[in-house]
């Protein structure tokens, strides 16, 4: 009687093993929960006009976003509930909460008013709330895209770009003329250009163009494929050593300028890329 009850302990012992789920495959969700809690706080101190503070929230995001796949294959914890979580994640980081934040910053923060005592017009106020949902709603559709093309095969000369600008990409150009802004304004320079930047729109403007960007189909370059030639390596060694004292010494213009920057990539991608598919097609791929 004694044997038979320790062997049903042992069935008992080894069931409730195999039901256990390692710790480790749940740190690569709560980095993407982080990333997620980030953005929802970025879109709370938007409404409150914490601007700066709402783009450090962002930021937080971006980076949380940025490690947790890597984290996931490190620990060899990937699964579909984890992506399907960091899908949704993006569309509030680089959705939903950008889009707001320039609703809020563009239309003078929760009370429509700007520093200078100037009201906005009611009528400006509801455009740029379409413009803001046009280009959350562009963010969605380009994720939805992204899901779907990973179980299709791509032709190899897509290898190095993506199908329309990738959803970070897009939230850092569509926030570049705030980051300017926000940056000159608190160091006192250029005041005109801080304005102008601001303008209402120049940020219908951004969010239409970036969201068309978005959701359409042209080429650009994923930096993640990005390849240096041996001999020029000490250059590149140089111009990120004179990069990070730039960001060191001024964080927020420097990454404003750095997004202006990319902006101008889209059209030399799209360049390069109809390069790389005529060689393509011409050696007979």
């Known amino acids: 009687m004694g044997k038979f009850r320790f062997r049903g302990r042992r069935r008992k012992g080894k069931t409730s093993r195999q039901e256990r789920i390692p710790l480790k ?24 006009g914490r601007f700066q503070h709402a783009l450090v929230a962002l930021l937080v995001a971006c980076v949380c976003d940025g490690i947790d796949g890597r984290i996931a294959r490190l620990l060899n914890a990937s699964s579909k509930l984890g992506a399907e979580l960091d899908s949704l994640a993006d569309f509030v980081n680089f959705g939903v909460a950008p889009a707001m934040f320039m609703y809020f910053w ?16 009611p009528l400006l106020v509801r455009i740029v709330l379409a413009c803001s949902l046009f280009y959350a709603l562009c963010d969605c559709f380009r994720l939805a895209r992204f899901n779907t093309m990973l179980e299709q095969e791509t032709a190899p000369y897509w290898r190095n770009y993506f199908t329309g600008v990738p959803a970070p990409g897009g939230c850092w150009m569509v926030l570049t003329p705030a980051i300017i802004s ?10 005109q250009l801080a304005l102008f930047l601001q303008n209402p729109w120049m940020g219908i403007f951004m969010l239409l163009f970036v969201g068309s960007l978005m959701a359409s189909r042209i080429p650009t370059i994923s930096l993640k494929h990005l390849q240096v030639k041996k001999g020029s390596l000490p250059f590149v060694l140089a111009l990120l050593l ?21 902006m101008l990539t889209v059209p030399v991608s799209g360049f390069m890329f109809h390069k790389t598919k005529k060689r393509y097609l011409l050696n007979g791929g």
């Open 106 to 121: 563009m239309t003078g923060g929760p009370q429509h008013v700007y520093l200078d005592g100037a009201r906005v017009a």
């Open 182 to 191: 926000i940056a000159l304004d608190a160091k006192g320079l250029y005041p």
């Open 242 to 262: 004179l990069l990070v004292a730039f960001m060191v010494s001024n964080f927020w213009l420097t990454l404003g300028i750095l997004g202006a920057l990319y």
């Open 25 to 48: 495959t749940m740190i690569p969700n709560l980095v993407t929960s982080i990333a997620a809690c980030a953005g929802i706080t970025s879109i709370s101190l938007s409404s409150e």
